[in-house]
């Protein structure tokens, strides 16, 4: 049961749509049409419904609409209302168009209209010359209205000078002309000037005022509508925009029989506003009118610019002070610098502060007390410096140089600031910053000094051993000392040798005196004795010659010393011989008398041998 | 001729006399000012020092007191300058070395010094840690030990007694030849080479002996430096970075 009474209230939603669907009807008058032609297009539909939405009329040229339009109608006490939204059409194009249908909502549903048929067909050749002539008449009429606009409504734009300087300001006018009787609709800005190549300023101009100026004859409407202060930023040509304008302005337009007098239009810009004989149409214009662009040929600043140049030009004064002239180290002071004049200020950087010492400096603020005037930027710029001095002192804020091109003189001029004295005084001891400590130190930070010393210690305030007689003495007496023993040493040296130089010259003597005895003994048969004392003789001898100790010889060594004393090898092997003999004679008492006798001969001649050859 | 021997005894003991009896002033001035000290009076102290050191009692400990007192008033400028005379006279002083340091961690200038030759800095580091008579009494002993190796190597006459004789004599007179370097260097330090310390609480270094002159740089109190050359009132310094300029007598002390 349930289902079906929701069928059926579904259905009676569905009927009534439709239903609605043919009440909202679309109707083209008339449906057939030649290029150029216009025609209506209505909706119309009899409940009060919303939301219309109309269809695309592609092809077609929309001229006019929607106008909507109501109706009510009482008919035999019943009411009918109907409302319509109509379109007028013009056909662009031949052939065959179909406009669907447009939407409307009605109780929440959404309704279409039917669509409609339009024939567009070829338009006859008479009308399609009325069309172009119509059409030609337009442009004349457009390209005439231009004309006069263009001649009655003029933007000029005046620069007071078109050579400069770089930073040398330019002021830039624009202004309005027109004729006072030029029915101007709505004036807008279309373009604005970019300005490239400047730096501008923008004179705030206030309320636009009008009045009245006389220009060759011609009075015109003035307005001045810009100003601008330009300051050229590079070198060469630059060009000042134009300002573009769109303009709406309504004109008389003639009737249809002065319209054939135009081509003889001498006066024609009068007729508009002062043909009394045709009533004629209004018809609005709308045209750009644009200014000229002016060139502007910017120089170079003189050469020999002074190394604190910064670009500033115009007229400048430059003043400094501080805000305390004594502080607490730690304690922050500010400097103020105040540049003040008239030029391009806004260009300025803040000035370079040059402290020497233990001064933390922020950067500078900058307060702009600028103003633009007609003429030029003027007013001044401050720049705040904030100082913290760190440790106590008298201390010196240096002059502050400020070189700007002087227009007028058209020479650099340098201005400084006064020397300022601040004088610091013992801070906060907690602020005192410390740097470059190393970690050695760190350490040593919150160590107190050692105690004083109680005993007072040695008086220094005496000579010091250093460089004094004692200390000269004891260094220098070494070398004395050394050098009285190496006398002594030599003279030692020399005594041995004067010694056994008197050996040697004796040696002979004492051998000779020697073999005398010798031969007594052998005269006495007392042989032991006589080899004994002929071997003394010879070994003697041997060693006084030789400044040698008899002890230190022997029969081995005793070679060596010879040969090192240069004997030949004969001699050396005849003593060799002898003192073998004597040997052999010491242990073989009982030998031959003659055999000794020669012993003794030998003996004296090696001994003499030795005293002629080793001298 | 008995009269003048007489007076001559008499003028030699008067002498003596009154070296005794300044000496005992220095002490009992040198007792008054350490209670001074220990009384916190640093002023009173501070003059009682500088009254020894008038009266020609000098010493690194007065010195040292004296620094001691100046840095309780926190004159740190003239604290570094006693305890560098006391370090002159007394250099290797761990008391002193302690308190100079301390003193300068409390100045400004961080001057960070020029790099040295090792070789120089480490000889000069040694001379700079003793006493000159220290050095010169080594120089003596290392002279006269070289010279009884000399005697030996003239008398020994076994080539290997005369080798090491030899050595050994290279190796002593070395040492000496060191040794009165190191005193001559000393000496050089105490007594020629003159420093300054900063005693304003800044100065501003010209660049030419002329107040008109461009500020080279500025430094501050307590800042060491070595004196160049005098110009009337004027004086060039450099400091330990290298940097040169003249500043005015008033302004500083010398060591």
């Known amino acids: ?615 | 001729m008995k009269k003048i021997f007489l007076l001559f005894i008499l003028n030699i003991l008067i002498q003596n006399f009154t070296f005794a009896s300044d000496e005992i002033n220095a002490n009992e001035a040198f007792r008054k000012a350490n209670n001074a000290y220990m009384k916190e009076d640093f002023k009173g102290a501070a003059l009682l020092y500088q009254d020894i050191i008038k009266n020609g009692f000098v010493s690194a400990n007065v010195y040292y007191n004296l620094g001691n007192c100046q840095f309780r008033l926190k004159n740190y400028g003239k604290a570094i300058l006693n305890f560098e005379k006391a370090k002159r006279l007394a250099p290797s002083d761990e008391s002193i070395n302690l308190n100079l340091k301390i003193a300068n961690l409390k100045i400004v200038d961080k001057i960070k010094p020029l790099p040295e030759f090792f070789l120089f800095s480490y000889l000069n580091g040694i001379a700079k840690s003793h006493e000159t008579d220290t050095f010169s009494w080594w120089g003596i002993l290392f002279i006269w030990i070289a010279v009884i190796f000399v005697g030996f190597l003239i008398v020994s006459n076994k080539a290997f007694l005369k080798k090491v004789s030899f050595g050994f004599v290279l190796l002593f007179f070395l040492i000496a030849a060191s040794s009165f370097y190191l005193a001559y260097q000393s000496n050089h330090f105490l007594k020629e080479t003159n420093e300054g310390i900063i005693l304003t609480p800044s100065v501003y270094v010209k660049s030419s002996p002329d107040s008109e002159a461009l500020d080279a740089f500025i430094l501050h109190e307590g800042t060491k430096f070595m004196i160049i050359d005098n110009l009337g009132h004027w004086t060039k310094i450099k400091i330990a970075n290298g940097n040169i300029g003249w500043i005015d007598k008033e302004t500083f002390q010398e060591i």
């Not at chain 1, 010492?357 to 401050?382: A, C, H």
């Not at chain 1, 160590?447 to 220098?476: C, H, P, R, W």
């Open chain 1, 1 to 615: 049961m349930r289902k079906v009474s929701i069928f059926i209230i579904l259905f009676a939603v569905l009927l009534s749509g439709k239903l609605s669907a043919e009440n909202f009807r679309a109707v083209a008058q008339p449906d057939v049409v030649t290029v150029g032609d216009r025609f209506q297009v209505s909706f119309s539909i009899d409940v009060d419904a919303g939301n219309f939405k109309a269809p695309s009329f592609a092809g077609f040229n929309v001229l006019a609409g929607p106008s909507t339009s109501q109706n009510m109608q009482w008919v035999n006490g019943q009411v009918s209302r109907s409302i319509s939204w109509t379109y007028v059409l013009e056909a662009t194009k031949e052939g065959n168009f179909k406009i669907d249908g447009a939407t409307l909502t009605y109780n929440g549903n959404k309704i279409q209209s039917n669509s409609v048929q339009i024939s567009v067909q070829k338009p006859s050749q008479a009308r399609l010359d009325q069309m172009n002539q119509q059409k030609q008449a337009e442009k004349e009429q457009n390209k005439q209205a231009i004309n006069i606009i263009n001649d009655n409504l003029k933007i000029k734009v005046n620069v007071d000078k078109t050579n400069v300087y770089v930073g040398e300001p330019v002021v830039a006018t624009y202004k309005l002309y027109m004729h006072p009787q030029l029915q101007i609709l709505q004036l807008s800005p279309d373009k604005i000037p970019q300005l490239n190549g400047f730096w501008n300023q923008e004179y705030n101009l206030g309320e636009v005022k009008y009045g009245l100026e006389n220009v060759s004859g011609q009075t015109f409407r003035t307005a001045t509508i810009k100003k601008v202060l330009l300051f050229p930023q590079q070198i060469g040509k630059l060009k000042v925009d134009s300002y573009d304008f769109k303009a709406n302005v309504r004109l008389q337009v003639q009737g249809s029989r002065r319209q054939r007098r135009n081509d003889a239009f001498g006066n024609f810009f009068d007729d508009f506003f002062n043909d009394s004989f045709f009533g004629g149409n209004y018809k609005d214009f709308e045209t750009v009118v644009k200014s000229p662009t002016i060139e502007i040929n910017v120089k170079d600043l003189p050469a020999g610019a002074p190394a604190t140049f910064t670009n500033a030009v115009g007229k400048f004064q430059i003043n400094s002070w501080l805000d305390k002239n004594a502080v607490r180290a730690g304690e922050a002071v500010t400097y103020k610098v105040k540049i003040s004049g008239s030029g391009n200020l806004k260009l300025l950087d803040a000035p370079k502060l040059d402290l020497q010492g233990n001064f933390e400096v922020y950067e500078p603020k900058m307060s702009d007390n600028t103003q633009i005037t007609s003429s030029n930027v003027q007013g001044d710029l401050i720049f705040d410096y904030i100082i913290i001095p760190q440790a106590k002192g008298e201390y010196k804020i240096p002059p502050m140089e400020f070189t700007f091109f002087d227009l007028a003189t058209k020479k650099y001029e340098t201005h400084s600031t006064d020397e300022l004295q601040l004088q610091v005084t013992e801070g906060d001891n907690k602020s005192f910053t410390i740097s470059g400590v190393n970690k050695e130190d760190v350490k040593l930070l919150n160590q107190d000094i050692d105690f004083i010393m109680t005993d007072m210690g040695e008086n220094k305030n005496t000579e010091t051993f250093y460089m004094s007689g004692i200390f000269l003495l004891l260094a220098v007496l070494p070398l004395p000392l050394l050098i009285l023993f190496l006398l002594w040493r030599r003279k030692q040296k020399e005594n041995e040798e004067n010694q056994s130089l008197y050996r040697r010259s004796k040696a002979r003597k004492i051998a000779q005196q020697r073999l005398k005895s010798a031969k007594m003994f052998l005269l006495s048969k007392e042989y032991a004795k006589f080899t004994e004392e002929i071997n003394r003789a010879i070994w003697g001898f041997l060693a006084d010659k030789f400044s040698i100790q008899v002890s230190k010889l022997t029969r081995d060594n005793i070679d060596g010393i010879l040969k090192s004393k240069k004997a030949s090898e004969e001699l050396v092997a005849t003593v060799i011989e002898l003192l073998d003999k004597c040997e052999f004679a010491r242990y073989a008492p009982n030998a031959v008398d003659d055999n000794l006798h020669t012993l003794y001969d030998e003996a004296e001649t090696v001994i003499s041998d030795l005293e002629v050859k080793l001298k």
